[in-house]
């Protein structure tokens, strides 16, 4: 996916009512994982995100600071994400229990 004509989110845009549930996209720009929730606010949010699994089962979540994550709007105003980790490397993260 052509993420250049994607507008980037103002810092004030990436709250849960904005980006929950927004698909994230890896290095290959395949779907690695969804938001789940958020975290604080600001530059020191965190995301929780569900990777891996299959319809709920074996999904795991992991927290991962905003500032590795470009959050966008595409062409039709739907938000999503895209960070340089892999899907491997958000697995390999701590588990988030929340």
């Given at each position: 996916?052509d993420?250049?004509?994607?507008?980037?989110?103002?810092?004030?845009?990436?709250?849960?009512?904005?980006?929950?549930?927004?698909?994230?996209?890896?290095?290959?720009?395949?779907?690695?994982?969804?938001?789940?929730?958020?975290?604080?606010?600001?530059?020191?949010?965190?995301?929780?995100?569900?990777?891996?699994?299959?319809?709920?089962?074996?999904?795991?979540?992991?927290?991962l600071?905003?500032?590795?994550?470009?959050?966008?709007?595409?062409?039709?105003?739907?938000?999503?994400?895209?960070?340089?980790?892999?899907?491997?490397?958000?697995?390999?993260?701590?588990?988030?229990?929340?």
């Amino acid at each position: 996916m052509d993420h250049s004509s994607h507008k980037p989110l103002q810092a004030g845009e990436i709250i849960a009512a904005n980006v929950k549930g927004a698909d994230i996209y890896g290095p290959d720009d395949k779907v690695i994982g969804n938001v789940s929730e958020m975290l604080g606010t600001g530059q020191y949010a965190r995301a929780v995100i569900e990777v891996g699994g299959f319809f709920g089962i074996g999904v795991k979540q992991v927290t991962l600071d905003v500032s590795r994550i470009a959050f966008m709007r595409d062409g039709n105003g739907k938000i999503l994400a895209h960070t340089k980790m892999t899907k491997v490397e958000l697995k390999n993260l701590p588990e988030h229990r929340g």
